[in-house]
């Protein structure tokens, strides 16, 4: 079955836009995570989704949301891109939400803001 | 919170050798999961093994095992018979129950032919 899958690959956007990432997750998964990859700060979570409902968010500026949508496809939306938002932007799927559910990423979008 | 240490930031290992990455956590949660994710270069996160908390035994797949010391905080990673496929990004990572991952910040394996 088809696996995780983000769009786009790459953006280029300038400092000031907002940018809309994809997420669909593996068909009949209900959760999606979403975190942010960066030489510095590492891997850091943003938020999950889970029938369309934010469960838990990160430790990220109000500028940063996401919805799901009721065929659990997930976007996450920046807004006023900053050059530190420059990263790789992975998404999750799992069948259900809780710790002992394997979580299936996806390739990443690899945003760049300039 | 928690938070996963890697003091490796890179390690290479001869093939068909045996490499051991380290990873310590620290938690205050009763229950949860430890992971290695392996990021090649296509940057999807493959995962590699994981270990339930609550399991004394050290959970194997194949070439890869874990030695888990639940007192210790300490969560390592054996490739054994290392292959060249095997070269990537791994990193360890912790789940609670809020179900984020907390990740480490990687340890960078080259295997040498």
């Known amino acids: 079955k088809a696996g995780v899958t983000q769009t786009p690959r790459y953006l280029i956007k300038t400092r000031g836009q907002q940018v809309t990432l994809s997420c669909s997750p593996i068909?009949?998964?209900?959760?999606v995570s979403w975190y942010q990859q960066t030489p510095g700060q590492g891997l850091q979570f943003l938020f999950e989704?889970?029938?369309?409902?934010?469960?838990n968010k990160g430790n990220f500026p109000g500028r940063f949301s996401g919805r799901q949508f009721s065929n659990s496809r997930s976007e996450m939306n920046v807004s006023t891109l900053e050059l530190g938002d420059s990263a790789l932007y992975l998404c999750?799927?799992?069948?259900?939400?809780?710790?002992?559910?394997?979580?299936?990423f996806g390739q990443g979008t690899r945003l760049t803001v300039v | 919170a928690q938070t996963v240490t890697q003091s490796q930031p890179e390690m290479s290992v001869q093939e068909a050798e045996t490499v051991t990455l380290s990873c310590t956590y620290d938690?205050?949660?009763?229950?949860?999961?430890l992971f290695w994710y392996k990021q090649p270069p296509s940057r999807q996160m493959i995962l590699v093994i994981r270990?339930?908390?609550?399991?004394?035994q050290n959970a194997t797949e194949n070439r890869f095992s874990v030695n888990f010391q639940k007192a210790a905080k300490s969560f390592s990673l054996k490739i054994s018979d290392s292959q060249l496929g095997d070269a990537a990004m791994y990193f360890c990572?912790?789940?609670?129950?809020?179900?984020?991952?907390?990740f480490g910040t990687g340890t960078s394996l080259t295997v040498i032919p």
């Open positions: 999750a799927s799992s069948l259900r939400t809780g710790l002992n559910t394997e979580a299936f």
């Open positions: 068909s009949g998964h209900r959760s």
């Open positions: 989704y889970f029938s369309e409902t934010q469960r």
């Open positions: 938690t205050s949660e009763s229950d949860y999961y």
């Open positions: 270990q339930e908390a609550y399991k004394q």
């Open positions: 990572a912790s789940r609670n129950t809020g179900n984020q991952f907390y």
